[in-house]
């Protein structure tokens, strides 16, 4: 039989002996003056905060990146502010009212009344085409499209979001430009007596090729936020559409659709910002003309970005300050477009959180 560790070699029948590592019996227990009691829960306590943390130094970073962000938008205000205000004391005419652009002149005259009414006109144009579109596209990727289609069609809209403006301009200059003129004529011969369509000609490089180059281009802004607003749709309430006995349409019209509301009004009105600072794409495909015109047909149409793109080459000083006050204005306008579409999400996500 084996040895036993535990029994001293001297051990006698009525005395068992034990090793020290052992000598602790049953009943001897130890002094109150070695006793800790434990600590509460049976574990260790928990280590104590560094002062320097890594979760300081992220939290620092982050705040320190979104102030970054103010910073640099007072910053080109600031920027933009002091290199306008020489040009505007030298304007002899009211900048925001005056129709004509002669900032090189011995005597500076310029206005932003025909820069800005054709960055908007030629803007709007751009919705009107492009959100019914956008949304349709959106819908039927995320409710009627199989996912094998829904994917690889999906990645090609995006994909036309990754496709320089000077492109889109080229294209629309040398390939789109004559559908468009032939589109143009046929309204003008049927629809002529409607001002927009009216005119005498040349038709072609106008504000409707313009508009509808900005469409292509703002399609897949729209259309990718929009498709990403339906999918998050609860199940439960196209599902309770459904269960009530609501078509496939019907549970879009009373459930998507108004879910997704504020979602779609913020995509159309980020795809408004990109529309408003087009550059290239305008600068190519507008027949430039210093007038203020609702016709959509004839050769014309001018805008702020593409205003700077065409004459800051060969302007002069008060030349180059009138371009930057112009840039200063569409600064504005695109941001108060930014800002309210981030109201209205953010409205949306508290809607969000109190219902939920």
Known sequence: MGDYPSRSVNATAGDLGVTPRHARGAGSGVSPSSYEEPPFGGGGALPKKSRFSMETGFRGLSTAAGAMVLVIIVAIAVFLVSKAIPALSADKENFLTYNRWSPNAENPAFGIAVLAFGTLLSSVIALIVAVPIALGIALFLSHYAPRRLATPLGFAIDLLAAVPSVVFGLWGRDVFQEPVREFSVWLNHYFGWLPIFGGEGPFGQSIMLGGLVLAIMVLPIVTS??????????????????????????????????????????????????????????????????????????????????????????????????????????????????????????????????AA
């Open 225 to 354: 936020l929009s498709r990403e607003v339906f999918q998050q749709t609860p199940a439960m309430n196209e599902e309770a559409a459904l269960a009530l006995g609501a078509t496939k349409w019907e549970m879009i019209r009373t459930a998507v659709l108004p879910y997704g509301k504020p979602g779609v009004i913020a995509a159309v009105m980020l795809g408004l910002g990109r529309a408003l600072g087009e550059t290239i794409a305008l600068a190519l495909t507008l027949g430039i003309t210093w007038e203020i015109s609702f016709n959509l047909i004839q050769t014309g149409g001018n805008s702020i970005a593409a205003n700077i793109a065409n004459s800051f080459g060969e302007a002069n000083d008060i030349g180059r300050g009138a371009l930057i006050a112009s840039g200063l204005v569409l600064f504005a306008i695109t941001l108060v477009v930014n800002m309210t579409a981030r109201a209205i999400i953010y409205r949306r996500r508290e809607f969000r959180d109190s």
